[in-house]
Nanobody, 125 residues
Framework: VQLQASGGGLVQAGGSLRLSCAAS????????IGWFRQAPGKEREGLTC????????YYADSVKARFTVSRDNAKNTMYLQMNSLTPEDTAVYYC???????????????????WGQGTLVTVSS
């Protein structure tokens, strides 16, 4: 099982980035997916999740209306479109996959079995 995150980098405040996470080794379409981030000295924060059953999504207040999660099951890939970035968005971003938990639990890191390696996003002011 592998999740490979990519797309991070340096961007100016107000800019956009799209993160990708390629999955392999499991039936991607059967898994809930989520995106998290961790800034230096802070706990890992759940940003968004998307269910495997009906594609429903949920967003943390900190990213609502700025970030969009999506998945392409045919390509075994999930995405995080990030707009209107601010320096407070600077963090390592992680993708994660979970086979069975309820939607109500998917903003918790503990709900996920599989994790990508993280990709660094730096937003300059």
């Amino acid at each position: 099982v592998q999740l490979q995150a990519s797309g991070g980098g340096l961007v100016q405040a107000g800019g956009s980035l799209r993160l990708s996470c390629a999955a392999s080794g499991f039936t991607f379409g059967d898994y809930n997916i989520g995106w998290f981030r961790q800034a230096p000295g802070k706990e890992r924060e759940g940003l968004t999740c998307i269910s495997d059953s009906d594609g429903s999504t949920y967003y943390a207040d900190s990213v609502k209306a700025r970030f969009t999660v999506s998945r392409d099951n045919a390509k075994n890939t999930m995405y995080l479109q990030m707009n209107s970035l601010t320096p407070e968005d600077t963090a390592v971003y992680y993708c994660a996959a979970d086979p069975q938990n309820l939607m109500s639990t998917l903003m918790r890191a503990s709900s996920y079995d599989y994790w990508g390696q993280g990709t660094l996003v730096t937003v300059s002011s």
